[in-house]
């Protein structure tokens, strides 16, 4: 772990992790020093009814449980009155009272986690007795402060929830690393919208003359400060699996390296599993991928016509078993050695979403692709991604350099929920949008990369492609990102 020092808060510096991105208290102060200290808009008094029959009824249609016990970490009483009119027997628990083990019981069946995460003294600690406690179909809702909500990111160095009270300050990405590690998964991650908030934070801002901004509704109602996550126990493997997705069409030519490269490939403390989706060739790539079907680490998936890019690697995804997942193109223009390095992020807890860029820095930054029997088409091709780079960086307020990179390694665990629909190409900006929007962060990692000209077999169109990420870019900013309403239900 790499620490620098941040800001002040109170007088106390904030240390950040260069690796992961989280900020905490450093020294930490010694628990309940500062139970005054936090601005009283943010005390769990404020807090309404409204906000505790949504958290509650949440919690229950994702669980799926109607009836039990439910614990509450930081005491709550409309969580606590709203459990009891759901039919639950509501235990409340102080912070204090939790890190300490009093009065902790045997087993529950549901646990809300409300503004305590940032507040423990070890919160990785903290999750793995929530799951210690929690019965067979039991779930768990985290409520907390996230660095990257639309508040933080307005207020910056003001943010409310930059005080001595919070030990942790959190951003999406490192409470979900803090979930997958303490043995938590199938996570649902949203936006804690507070109307009290509104009222108690934004409204007075707005009566005080402060930017007209702030007196829009719309941008009210987006302006919250806390993200919730809906997890639930899953089994944690003691070595991690790479779920490898190849799909493949007319690739008669490479296909067979790229497959014996694959299953050459080795990592220490990694198993590798191979899913090749074949979309009814014409080149005789079908027979090639038949002939692995005996193989114990490749499952194949065969189609009855091509339908897509976007098509082939959602049908992998549905079958995938991997703790993390890789995209692979049955070609050769990328270097199977990256692999080692773009793991390593995700094994390391540092990351949970890893882009491979093709750009390298010693070189020119915008010609990613050289061929030589189309120097015009090349040139055509490198100008479209300067463009596309720059419409995407604008439109999800990002400073990526290569999106549409085909290495994407994510955990499984990332696209749980999330709805794809794109079968072609445009599934590449389709997928990064919908994980930036979930709340993850990618890590850009520069990788090998020889690109192949039309003539030795590029599939990318010139004229239909180009219009299909363009919807891309539009539909995917404000369509919804989960499956259906009821995908708290999915389980």
């Not at 997705?245 to 990592?267: C, H, R, W």
């Not at 949970?352 to 091709?381: C, P, Q, Y």
């Not at 604008?394 to 400073?399: F, G, N």
Request: aromatic share 10%.
């Amino acid at each position: 772990m790499h620490l620098e020092y941040e800001f002040l808060v109170e007088r106390s510096p904030v240390c950040g992790c260069q690796t992961c991105g989280l900020l905490f208290l450093n020294p930490t102060p010694e628990s309940g020093s500062d139970e005054q200290s936090a601005p009283l808009a943010q005390d769990s008094s404020r807090f309404d009814a409204a906000n505790a029959e949504t958290i509650v009824n949440d919690l229950i249609r994702y669980s799926g449980v109607q009836t039990g016990q439910l614990l509450i970490i930081g005491p709550n009483e409309h969580l606590t009155n709203a459990s009891r009119r759901r039919g639950f027997e509501p235990v409340s628990l102080s912070l204090r009272d939790f890190e300490s083990g009093t009065g902790l019981p045997a087993k529950v069946d549901l646990c809300i986690l409300f503004s305590s995460l940032q507040k423990m003294s070890d919160p990785l600690s903290g999750l793995k007795t929530v799951r210690r406690l929690l019965n067979g179909r039991a779930a768990a809702m985290i409520v907390s402060p996230t660095t990257d909500s639309k508040a933080a990111r307005v207020f910056r160095s003001s943010w409310w929830e930059f005080n001595r009270q919070n030990r942790f300050y959190f951003s999406t990405d490192t409470v979900q690393t803090l979930l997958i590690k303490a043995g938590f998964g199938d996570t649902i991650i949203s936006p804690a919208h507070s109307f009290t908030f509104f009222e108690s934070v934004v409204s007075p801002l707005a009566r005080r003359g402060g930017s007209p901004l702030l007196r829009r509704q719309r941008f009210q109602h987006d302006l919250y400060s806390s993200t919730r996550f809906l997890v639930r126990p899953k089994p944690v493997r003691e070595t991690p699996v790479l779920s490898v997705i190849v799909p493949v069409y007319n690739e008669g030519v490479t296909f067979a390296t790229v497959m014996d490269q694959l299953l050459e490939k080795s990592m220490d403390g990694v198993q590798i599993e191979i899913i090749i989706v074949e979309s009814n060739s014409t080149d005789g790539t079908r027979e090639q991928v038949q002939t692995y079907a005996s193989h114990p680490r490749v499952t194949i998936i065969l189609h009855d016509k091509p339908m897509g890019k976007g098509f082939a690697v959602r049908a992998g995804l549905k079958v995938a078993t991997g703790d993390i997942i890789l995209i692979q193109d049955a070609d050769l223009e990328y270097d199977l050695n990256d692999y080692e390095a773009l793991i390593a992020p995700l094994l390391r807890f540092e990351t949970n979403f890893v882009l491979g860029s093709r750009h390298n820095s010693s070189e020119n930054t915008w010609k990613i692709r050289k061929f030589n029997d189309s120097a015009g088409v090349a040139a055509f091709f490198n100008i479209g991604h300067l463009l596309f780079l720059t419409l995407f960086n604008v439109l999800y307020s990002q400073r990526l350099t290569d999106p549409f990179t085909m290495f994407k390694v994510f955990r499984r665990d990332c696209i749980w929920g999330l709805v794809f629909e794109c079968n072609r190409f445009d599934f590449d900006h389709e997928i990064v949008i919908k994980l930036l929007r979930k709340g993850y962060k990618p890590l850009e990692l520069p990788v090998n990369y020889a690109s192949r000209s039309m003539k030795e077999g590029k599939k990318v169109t010139i004229l239909r492609d180009p219009l299909t990420w363009i919807r891309a870019l539009f539909k995917f900013r404000t369509a919804p990102i989960y499956e259906t309403s009821d995908v708290l239900a999915k389980g």
